[in-house]
């Protein structure tokens, strides 16, 4: 399984991103997809993931700005980001878990995309 994630660049805060990432494989609809992100100098975090079904689940810090949402026939899930803030700013990563629960842990997930940068300028 192939994932190609883009759509990251430079934004204002305040402003907003949609990140896309693209999945090669033909049962994606199966995986569980999630974003996370790494910021400079610290540990790759979880951001939001979503199920087959459009279960989602969000860190506390994106809750009510970020929306995840997936196209099963376009083998496409998204990472809509609004009312982004300097502490936003990672390189994005999406990832697939080929399992049935949503999951948060990022030892779960078992195909990672490449990334892509987002900086949130003040």
């Known amino acids: 399984v192939q994932l190609q994630a883009s759509g990251g660049g430079l934004v204002q805060a305040g402003g907003s991103l949609r990140l896309s990432c693209a999945a090669s494989a033909r049962t994606f609809s199966n995986y569980v997809m999630g974003w996370f992100r790494q910021a400079p100098g610290k540990e790759r975090e979880f951001v939001a993931a979503i199920t087959w079904s459009g279960r989602t689940t969000y860190v506390d810090s994106v809750k009510g700005r970020f929306t995840i949402s997936r196209d099963n026939a376009k083998n496409t899930v998204y990472l809509q980001m609004n009312s982004l803030k300097p502490e936003d700013t990672a390189v994005y990563y999406c990832?697939?878990?080929?399992?049935?629960?949503?999951?948060?842990?990022?030892?779960?997930?078992?195909?990672w995309g490449q990334g892509t940068q987002v900086t949130v300028s003040s």
């Open positions: 990832a697939a878990d080929v399992g049935a629960w949503i999951t948060t842990s990022e030892g779960d997930y078992d195909y």
